[in-house]
């Protein structure tokens, strides 16, 4: 069983990695208890589970051969899907050398490292100002 940690925004994924037969679990506390879904119950939209499939694709692996235990918490499911793809790819990394150049080449070894900026006083937003009155 090999493990791995990616992180997006606020949102971390902790994938565990073992031979199997495809079947990829999501864990998530909701309200305090620990809720266990399919990868296609968990992330509804077509382009969050492309994007963690996306992977496989590049390194050209079957999906079927792992099994992945994936505990995902923070954020919302745009940045937790992402924190999901730099986890995978870090393991694929563990396994096998060959793979870092043709993952590092998309870019999917790269941690993303953008944040939600905070709200400064004075201010509406982090940047937005209120209007300026003359008079």
């Known amino acids: 069983m090999i ?6 925004k606020t949102s971390i994924a902790r994938i565990f990695l073992k031979k ?11 309200k305090k208890k620990i809720v266990k879904k399919l990868l296609k119950e968990y992330f ?23 099994d992945l235990l994936i505990r995902v918490n923070g954020g919302g499911i745009s940045g ?3 924190a999901v793809k730099l986890a995978i790819s870090r393991i694929f990394c563990k396994i096998d050398e060959k ?12 941690r993303d490292y953008r944040k939600v900026e905070r709200k400064k006083f004075g201010r509406k937003k982090a940047r937005k100002k209120f209007q ?3 008079r």
Do not use: A, H, M
């Open 132 to 134: 300026f009155s003359k």
């Open 80 to 82: 937790q899907s992402n």
């Open 3 to 8: 493990y791995s940690i990616g992180r997006r």
């Open 20 to 30: 199997g037969t495809g079947n990829i679990y999501i864990f998530s506390k909701k």
């Open 44 to 66: 509804i939209n077509p382009l969050l589970i492309n994007n963690i499939e996306q992977v496989f694709k590049i390194i050209k692996t079957d999906i079927k051969k792992y």
């Open 99 to 110: 793979n870092k150049f043709s993952l590092k080449e998309k870019g999917f070894l790269t």
